[in-house]
């Protein structure tokens, strides 16, 4: 479990551009849940995961992975505790930089200390896990790879630390539609069937709605919404709080008239037809 | 204003081998039109986009903006007069410290009249809706903010077609509809836009839509019969825009008129 308690954290302090992007936060993870961030852009959606990664440290307030606080003086500790989180930035593919595939994949998994052996199983795996085939891939050259190809050799090497949290940041900003398609179907596999534990930043409800168990709404620095996707949809004072719509489909859903909590394409379909079934 | 006559353009990738970016393109931008292009990564979208104002020159065939040819040097300036480009990323497009001064960055260039550059900065990011924050430093706007800024950038030089690669890419859906409106409201006005974009449903008011699939013209048509033939939509690596999904769906069940596009049209159709 991550668990912040009254995490602050203040930039450029004690000057005239003294701003508070994250204020007074507290807030569980559970493990093997599907957590979605939303809010406007400098509601402090990246500052909270940079500082759940170890990345910033809070101004004031703790942070625990599994109950190791992440500012322990125990070194040991800290690095274990930071290794179980694995950060996908937002367009990650600008970070690689080896000269083949499999290199880049295996580069972080070397440097955590793991032998030849376990790191190609490693990078066999989280290239499974993202789509991308060993043997057809591994010794091209990034370059030259389709923008949506990069970004999965990105997260293939993040997947390779094997992080028991995994906390993605708009993992499909600038991707053309099909990509963007396989990247949220590949984000929902690993969720389903290896269990793992995701924080998902998005801008797109849809995608919250479609992929999310749970939905925290940030907005100027603090916790404005906490539930179900379902539940804040539902809740209009939240959204009109953060500035956030609804998914597309529930606001269909409203100008057509039909009264219906759908949040999802699929749902929305069913109330349709329900509704147009009973006239 | 832009024709593009059997253009082909060929670069050279790590291997040092010969590719093929673009195949045999030929079309037509009328003046005034809101001409969309869609396309998978890869498929040649943004080095069409480099080639109307000659940041690229096309490796055989050749373009030509009001009748001039892209391929020469000495009009080069003549055709990025005419032709502007705003591209995905704010911060790589906005250089000066305020926001004033990055729009009269490209006017300065030309070397126009510093009265008549203050009338042109002005009038430009009134017509953005930016003229409040002329004063601000660009890295204290958000997103779309800075995006309207280089937009604003363009329209001061006055040209009379902007080339868009993927404006809103990297905004959130606030930072997405202000550029977008602004997109639409300076077509309204005359000026030519061409938009790349892998947004579906910014490119459904959009004039004609042009389908690029591995470097070739897969198809020119309106949004209308595009959108309507889902199978092809999604061999290209599209996807319909969310109306037409949604009406495509309930087809199945349901009556529903057909060439539905917008979602309006879906809702007058839905109305209880």
Redesign the interface.
Known sequence: MIELQNVSLIYARKTPFERRAIDDLSLKIDEGSFTAIAG???SGKSSLVQMISGLIDPTSGKIFVDEIDLATKDRIKARDARRKIGMVFQYPEHQLFEETVELDIAFGAKNFGCDEVETLSRVKESMSLVGLDFEKFRNL?P??L???QRRRVAIAGVLALKPKYLILDEPT?????????SMLDEISKLHRKKNSTIILIS?SMDDIATLADRLIVLSHGKLVGDGSPRTIFGNKKILDQA?L?RP??SQ?LE????DSDAIT?DE??DA??K???RR | MISVENVSFDYVDVDGNSKSALKNISLEIHDGEFFAILGTNGSGKSTLAKLFNALLIPTSGKILVDGIDTKLEDELWKIRQRVGMVFQNPDNQIIAAIVEDDVAFGCENLGIDPLEIRRRVDESLESVKMLEFKNFAPHKLSGGQKQRVAIAGVLAMKTRAIVFDEPTAMLDPIGRSEVLETIRKLNSQGITVILITHFMEETITADRILILNRGEIARIETPREIFSDATSIRNFGLELPFAVEIANRLRKKIKIPRNILTESELVEALKI
């Open positions: 406007h852009t400098g050259a370059l030259e389709s923008g949506g900003a600038g991707l053309d539609p099909s990509a963007r398609k801008h500035g719509a597309r489909i269909l100008k057509i008239g039909i394409i929305g379909i349709i037809l509704t147009k079934g």
